[in-house]
């Protein structure tokens, strides 16, 4: 949390040092921003590392305001047992129980990492589209099978609510929320300024490893798919692999990874494609065929579906 805490201040502080300085022009609402870093009851909080951070105060009702925003950065959890903890506070039940009334004022909020799940858990995603951090997606989907979960986006704003995916797009969310106060010029702006790259997509971040850890039918899904990435598979061989028919194939797909049948065989194609592009000088065109695509242009298609950039640009990424 403190490291995601520094930098989404860091990143509206820088924005709103450039609209006071006047190197933006057309700016809204930063030159009088103020941020306060509060706590469920005003008292500091240990970090991570059990470093004490200091805080302005308590998180009540009464101080929110119609234009204030609620930002909830994550902490970090590797698993579904850490989210199980963090959910079982005490303090975080209070913050939860809080959001509700927070969003029924006419404040936004706003979350990345685990903290999506306090979103979700307050119910404000119901029925939206969210994003979570990457390798926490099967139990968010578990526990919150209402919220229409995009996990490769990086970021989402879904107008009242606006979520991001791991600890570092708390960067991304803070300069969505910095164009959403002032203007998408004073965010790229602040972006360049600190060297933060755009990152539409994480699912180029998305390990099959732990998607089909869940499942072990998905498991030896993939392993079949992997044996024959160089040709095409038909969804009645797909469910022969599996020792299940076709329908009962589909819907665990659906149910573990919001997938199709067809959309987790090109998951796994693009998974592979981006480790030999990454390990390989092979063209894209050799690529393609490896994987199982004898066009090409079709190959360029999936890869920016599922990757969110091209093949080309996985091989050399910004920066």
Excluded at 182 to 200: C, G, I, Q
Excluded at 235 to 254: K, M, N
Aim: hydrophobic share 45%; aromatic share 6%.
């Amino acid at each position: 949390m403190e490291g995601a805490l520094g930098l989404g201040l860091d990143v509206v502080d820088t924005a709103a040092r450039l609209v006071r300085a006047g190197i933006v022009s057309h700016a809204r609402s930063l030159r009088s921003l103020q941020q306060r870093v509060v706590s469920h009851d005003g008292k500091s909080v240990p970090s991570v590392q059990r470093r004490a951070i200091s805080v302005d105060g308590a998180f009540e009702l009464r101080s929110v305001r119609s234009g204030d925003v609620v930002v909830i950065p994550g902490v970090f959890a590797t698993k579904d047992s850490s989210i199980e903890r963090i959910l079982a506070r005490s303090d975080v039940h209070r913050v939860v129980s809080l959001l509700p009334g927070a969003a029924h004022k006419g404040a936004l909020i706003a979350a990345s990492c685990s903290a999506t799940f306090l979103l979700a858990a307050a119910g404000l995603l119901d029925g939206k589209r969210a994003t979570t951090t990457w390798w926490l997606m099967p139990s968010f989907q578990r526990r919150y099978p209402r919220v229409d979960l995009r996990p490769d986006r990086m970021l989402i704003d879904a107008g009242g609510v606006m979520t991001a995916g791991s600890a570092f797009a708390h960067a991304d969310l803070m300069l969505a929320v910095v164009a959403r106060l002032s203007s998408p010029s004073v965010a790229n702006l602040a972006a360049r300024y600190l060297l933060l790259d755009a990152r539409a997509s994480q699912a180029r971040y998305m390990v099959m490893d732990h998607l089909q850890s869940f499942d072990p039918l998905l498991r030896t899904l993939e392993d079949f798919i992997t044996a024959n990435i160089d040709r095409q598979l038909s969804l009645a061989e797909l469910a022969r692999a599996v020792g299940a028919s076709p329908r009962t194939l589909a819907r665990r797909l659906d149910a573990s990874v919001r997938m199709t049948p067809h959309g987790f065989v090109q998951r796994v194609r693009v998974a592979h494609a981006a480790h030999l592009l990454e390990t390989t000088r092979a063209s894209v065109e050799e690529v393609a065929a490896r994987v199982g695509y004898a066009d090409a242009a079709a190959f360029r298609r999936v890869f920016r579906q599922h990757a969110g950039m091209s093949p080309r640009d996985h091989r050399t990424p910004a920066g």
